[in-house]
């Protein structure tokens, strides 16, 4: 199972092709900081469409659970991720940067020969991670206490967002 599927962006949009398939959590080593564990799976599904104004484009589909550590009590946090994100490919940097930003600007990312699909997902949950991973009302973790000091470092998160601005 450690195959890496990879598509040909424009080839995949045109040809309007789909693709779905399991990945699992231990793939994703920009995720690997902030999960308590990696064990189980994400559902993705790819659909090549164009966007309102013909655009060639990906729809990306992404489900899973992900176990946080909650910044309060320090216990497990399930995260659902149904995420759905429709992006538009792009020839060139160069194409992407001369984009107006706009508030609904569409995200846009650069097609290739070979675009690896962990990547696309591995962006997706991501940007679905919350900022400060927090239960709504924490249950009592006496366990949790022997790590107090976890408390005060900043968020794992602010690194990671770090991390993905760059690409951008
Ligand atoms: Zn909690």
Do not use: N, W
């Amino acid at each position: 199972m450690s195959h890496q599927p990879v598509i040909d962006g424009f080839e995949f949009a045109s040809a309007g092709a789909t693709q779905e398939g399991k990945l699992p959590l231990s793939s994703f080593p920009r995720l690997q900081d902030v999960l308590v564990s990696d064990a189980g799976d994400v559902t993705y599904a790819l659909r090549g469409v164009r966007d309102g104004r013909g655009r060639p484009s990906l729809q990306l589909s992404v489900r899973g659970t992900l176990q946080l550590r909650c910044q309060r009590c320090l216990g497990v946090l399930l995260h659902e991720v149904q995420a759905e994100q429709l992006l538009v490919l792009a020839a060139s940097q160069a194409e992407i940067d001369a984009e107006p930003a706009a508030v609904d600007a569409p995200d846009r990312v650069l097609a290739g020969k070979e675009m690896a699909l962990r990547e696309l997902v591995e962006d997706e949950l991501i940007l679905s991670l919350p900022y400060a991973p927090r239960h709504e009302e924490c249950e009592a973790h006496p366990e949790g206490s022997d790590s107090g000091s976890d408390r005060a470092r900043s968020s794992p998160f602010a690194g990671l967002r770090g991390m993905m601005q760059r690409k951008h």
